[in-house]
Structure formats: C-alpha cells, structure tokens
C-alpha cells in the first residue's frame, strides 16, 4: 500500500540578489520534478509558475540582500513560513555578491554599469541570516539538485535533512583525482563542505568554497600549505572571499 | 605450472583473460597511475612492462567500493526489505605485493565473524594475479621495513619481470587452470627458475629501509608513547581530510545512508566509505563525539593499524605502500612518525 501524505506541503521559491541558477536547478530535476509535485505544491516559483501565493509553509529563499526594499520583503516571507531555507551560495554565505563590500561603492558603480548614477539604490552585502533566522541551508554555487531532492524528501518524511560535515578532498580522492595541491595549485577542498561529488578538482578547477566551511575547518594549517605553494596571507584572503568573504576566518 | 610468457605475447593473454572475465589492471592517469576497468589491452601492457609506481587508489576498491547498496526496501512494506549482496567474475590484474598483502589483511579483518557478506561476496570470484615490484617505487615508502614488498599468497598467479619476460608462478587451482587454458604461456623450465631466485635475491639488495629501529618494537614504543607531544604537532597540521584514509588499503569503515526514490516508495541503504580521521566520525546520535580532539585522531590512525589490528592479528595492518603520506598535503608521514618514537626510545637507552 502506498503511504499517503495526508496534506501536500505549500511551498514558495523566492528570489533576492542573484543569477537565478539556484532556482533553475530545482527545474533541471525535470523527471523527478513531475513526481514530486504529486508531494508538494508549489504556490509561488517565479521561473515555474505565474501565481504568487502566499500561503506557504516552507520557503526557499535564493539570492542575497543587497537592496534595502529587498529586507521588508524577505521579512513578509519569514512571517508568513513555517521553515525558511535558505538556497545557494548567495543567500547562504552572501556568495560573489559580497566582493562589492570590499571596495568602495564609487569605485565598482561606473565599472558594472557604465555610469556613477544608475542603481545607486544598494547596501552592502548580507546574508540573508544578517536579516531573518534562517532553519536550514541547501549550499552551493548553484545548489546541488539532489540535495534539493534529498531535502523535500526528509521534510515530508519529518526527519532532518543533514549535509555531509566531511570536506571535498573526501569526495575528490574517492574519485581517484590528483590533489591540486600536491601539483603544487591552491584549493580551498580540505576545509570545505562537502555534497558536490568535488565537481571543481574533478575538472582540475580549485575548490574556492562555494559550499561554505566544514564544522571545523584547520584554516591555519591550510594557509601554511598554500603559501608554501607561493601565495601570500593576502592571496588566500582573496581566495576565501570569492565565496567566504563574510565568515570569519583568521589567517 | 609455472610458465613463461614472453613480453609480446601479455597482450593476447589479457585478451584470453577478457574472454572469461572482467579485468581491472593499472593504467594512466595524470601521469599518475590507477586500477580501471579495461578493454584494451594496449592501456596495460607498457605500464606493466617498465613497472608502475603505487595507484592513486588502491585495487581493493574494486572488492570494497566506495559505495555499494546493502539493503532494498519499500518505505511502505517493512516487510519488503531485502539484503542485496553483488559480485562477478573479475580479474584483479598486475597487483604489487603491498596491495596483495593489503588485500589478505582486508580478508582476515572482514573474514571474522560476524564476517562481512557484501565483501566475501566479492572476494570469493576474484581473481588475484600479482605483479612483482622490482625495486623501490617511490620515496616514501615503508613495504620494505614491514616484509609486505613480496607476497607470498593472496594470489593465484604471479607474474616476475625477468627482463624481456615474465616469469609466471601459479599458486591456485584457478590459476593453473588459467595457465593450462592459455595458449601463449609455456612451461618454465629449469633454468628459468634459476633467473628467478637470481631476480628475487636481487630485489632484495635494492630496497633501503625507511624507518631505523626495530620494527618488531614498533607497536610496543608507539604504546609508550601515547601521552607524546608529536600527537599534538601533528595535529595542528592535519586538516581532517580524510585523504589518507580513502587512499589507504586497509582501512574498511564506512558509514550507511538511505536513498529514497523520488516517488517517495522505494529505498536502498548504502554503505559509503567513512574515515576515523574526519571530524564527525566518532559523534554519535546524542551529539556526543567521543573522540573530538584532531591530535587523538591523528594517533588514533597509526595506533588503529600498528597496534589494535597487530594485536588481534599478530601482524601489522599497515602494508607500508606509502599513499597515504603522498597524499596528505600537510606532510604528515607515518615514517617521520614511527622515527620519531625510536629516536626517543634511543634516547632512553631502550632500543
Ligand atoms: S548561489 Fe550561485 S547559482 Fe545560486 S543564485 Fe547565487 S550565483 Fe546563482
Ligand atoms: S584537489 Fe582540493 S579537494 Fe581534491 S584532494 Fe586536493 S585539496 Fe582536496
Ligand atoms: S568543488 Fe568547491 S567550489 Fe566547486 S562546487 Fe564543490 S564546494 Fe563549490
Ligand atoms: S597506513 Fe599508509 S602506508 Fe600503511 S597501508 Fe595505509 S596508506 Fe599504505
Ligand atoms: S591526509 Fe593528512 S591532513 Fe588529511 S586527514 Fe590525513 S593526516 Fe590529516
């Protein structure tokens, strides 16, 4: 007999700062998509549906805040959700969006946009943890659509989604890769969470962290090794910030 | 019978084995090396004829892998769970003796009751043929210290570079009847068994050993010095990645995690590769970890090979194949280690 989940789960998918490609992977499920819709009810997903619910029970917020219009709007959601979760790197950890913070607004306006006056309407970067409690994190730059599915699974089935608190190198050496580092290249891998299967070293790019940090991470030891490859403490600070920049992180 | 087959003929005899079996065999990676699955006889042959040195990843891996499902079941109808064990007729081609002695430790550990059906499962259809290693492979090593640089079982044939041949020793039922069954091996003669003691006193001569000291002392000093403050040097460094466990031969943990499909019926439960180095190993489901600080776990990796397994099987359960201090980019060497605590035991007039 097939088990019935008595009510379909209400779900809205938002979008703050961000390219949308955390969103976009939740469609790239695409078989699996068309079964779990018989589970859960979309209510409010933008690049899916027209209809803008508001009655959800779980949200998925993508993207950072980086307007000060997009903070009222991603307290109405938090208001109205029972479980609020945050999707991809750019809600999770403020992602690339946070770069912005590291240099001054007149400097990086005319190099985006051509001219000093356009979209002046911005604040510095924010997780969207800076703004609302956030229950639980779906990682990534964009997210890993399993983990997406793995999540709604654990959510129907009342038990708590859990992410790997392992870092990359698991998932790289188990491939048989060849260690970036060892070859004498910077990866941020050994202290970086897991859940990506280490898709970057797989394809000899380094791991810059779009996952976030493991519970634990040894960034000394780490930033010893990257600068006996030649970085500075400089270099490996930049290499954080490309997705870390607002965590707090002592080289 | 031990037989001889001449360099051009390897190729047609891992086409003979390909017949009757899958063959996994070293091939190139990233000038590196690493056990595949082949077809192509030609990705083998020039590695095996200049020798390889130590795969990225250890050939059990092909007995253990990485990720295999233990158990079927419907989240619906308990009743429906179902044990999954899997195997195949496959050859483990061109193995050197760390990995073939590594791979008998793994049979004793997972042998033992209650034994371990998934990998028996595995084991018992495989075909061992070993390759023998001519000399040192690389720089870190420690085979030599431990004896695990030749094999003495484990295998059913085993091939010896005799310099424009190999040759061929059968150890098994199953190996003779490869031999017999093949059609470019022939029976080694007499003289040929004499280049092979030569080839295998000459071997000997070239391995240097990497630890000085007593290897025999060895669990007995690491026990001594349990309370050392290398634990807590080592410990700062270590990054809890794990590398040197996945890459390691002997060790066996995993952890279990369920699938479930997407149309929320049908699960599978896995087991997955698991390391006693890494930060969530020892937490149990209270949140407690028992084993919390990097530096117990950094000691509890050396002690779990060189002086848990060594007591309850008489033997080390480390082969000394050295991957596992090749890949830990914060240059924590077992062989530094293991100088270290007979350094100190000179020190102290003990050894
Ligand atoms: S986390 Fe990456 S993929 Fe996702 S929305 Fe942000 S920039 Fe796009
Ligand atoms: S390449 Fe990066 S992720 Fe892979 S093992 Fe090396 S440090 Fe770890
Ligand atoms: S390897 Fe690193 S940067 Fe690449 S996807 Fe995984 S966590 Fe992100
Ligand atoms: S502990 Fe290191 S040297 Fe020993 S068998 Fe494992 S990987 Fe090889
Ligand atoms: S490979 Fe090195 S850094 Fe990584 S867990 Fe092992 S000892 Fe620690």
Redesign the pocket.
């Known amino acids: 007999m097939k088990r019935h989940f008595q009510v379909k789960p209400k779900i809205g998918v938002f979008s703050f700062t961000s390219c949308e490609g955390c969103q976009l992977q939740i469609l790239n499920l695409e078989d699996e998509f068309m079964t779990l819709i018989d589970y859960i009810e979309f209510v409010n997903f933008r690049e899916a549906i027209s209809e803008k619910g508001e009655d959800y029970e779980i949200a998925f917020v993508e993207g950072s805040i980086t307007r000060e219009s997009e903070i009222a709007e991603l307290k109405n959601i938090r208001e109205r959700a029972k479980i609020l979760i945050a999707l991809g790197t750019c809600s999770h950890l403020g992602g690339i969006n946070v770069l912005k913070n590291f240099h001054p607004q007149d400097s990086w306006l005319p190099s985006v946009y051509g001219r000093k006056d356009l979209f002046t309407d911005t604040i510095r970067t924010k997780r969207i943890k800076d703004v609302v409690p956030v229950d639980l994190v779906i990682p990534g730059c964009p997210i890993d659509k399993g983990e997406f599915l793995r999540f709604v699974q654990a959510l129907l089935l009342r038990i708590k989604p859990v992410l790997p608190n392992y870092p990359v190198c698991v998932e790289c050496r188990t491939k048989g890769n060849v260690c970036l580092v060892e070859e004498g290249k910077w990866c941020l891998g050994s202290v970086t969470r897991a859940g990506c299967g280490a898709i970057c070293p797989t394809y000899r790019d380094s791991c810059s962290g779009c996952r976030g940090l493991v519970s634990e991470p040894n960034i000394e030891s780490l930033c010893n090794i990257l600068m006996e490859k030649g970085l500075t403490k400089e270099d490996v600070r930049d290499k954080f910030n490309i997705f870390n920049g607002l965590e707090t992180i002592n080289i | 019978m031990d037989a001889i087959i001449e360099y051009r003929d390897v190729e047609r005899f891992i086409l003979e084995l390909l017949s009757d079996y899958d063959v996994i065999a070293p091939v190139s990676k990233d000038s590196h090396y690493i056990f595949d699955q082949i077809d192509d006889p030609a990705r083998v042959v020039p590695i095996i004829i200049r020798n390889y040195d130590t795969t990225l990843l250890p050939p059990v891996k092909w007995i253990y892998p990485d990720s295999e499902v233990l158990l079927r079941f419907n989240i619906n109808e308990l009743t429906e769970t179902k044990a999954v064990t899997a195997s195949r007729k496959q050859v483990l081609a061109f193995l050197h003796p760390c990995d073939i002695n590594?791979i008998n430790i793994m049979d004793e550990i997972l042998a033992e009751e209650p034994s371990d059906l998934n990998y028996l499962a595995r084991r018992r259809p495989t075909v061992m043929i070993g390759y023998d290693c001519p000399g040192p492979c690389r720089e870190n090593i420690?085979c030599f210290d431990k004896g695990y640089h030749k094999a003495d079982r484990g295998f059913d044939l085993f091939f010896t570079d005799t310099g424009d041949r190999f040759y061929v020793s059968t150890a098994t039922d199953t190996g003779n009847a490869i031999a017999e069954k093949s059609a470019v091996l022939r029976k080694a003669g007499y003289a040929d068994k004499v280049d092979l003691m030569k080839i295998n006193w000459e071997r000997e001569t070239r391995f240097k050993k990497s630890v000085h000291g007593d290897m025999n002392r060895l669990s007995h000093l690491l026990k001594e010095s349990y309370d050392d403050g290398i634990w807590d040097i080592e410990g700062k460094k270590c990054l809890s990645c794990g590398a040197?466990n996945i890459?390691?031969?002997?060790?066996y943990c995993f952890d279990v995690v369920d699938e479930i499909s997407p149309d929320m019926e049908k699960g599978l439960r896995y087991r997955k590769w698991d390391g006693c180095q890494l930060h969530n190993f020892c937490e149990t489901a209270s949140g407690e970890n028992f084993r919390e600080g990097i530096a117990a776990r950094v000691r509890h990796r050396i002690f779990k090979?060189e002086v848990y397994l060594k007591k309850r099987f008489g033997r080390s359960g480390?082969?000394?194949?050295?991957?596992?201090?090749d890949s830990c980019i914060a240059h924590i060497s077992?062989i530094d280690i293991f100088n270290h605590v007979m350094e100190k035991a000179r020190g102290h007039g003990e050894i």
């Not at chain 2, 890459?247 to 060790?251: F, H, R, S």
């Not at chain 2, 480390?318 to 201090?325: D, E, F």
């Open positions: 590594a420690l040197c890459v390691c031969p002997t060790c090979k480390c082969v000394g194949c050295g991957r596992c201090i077992i």
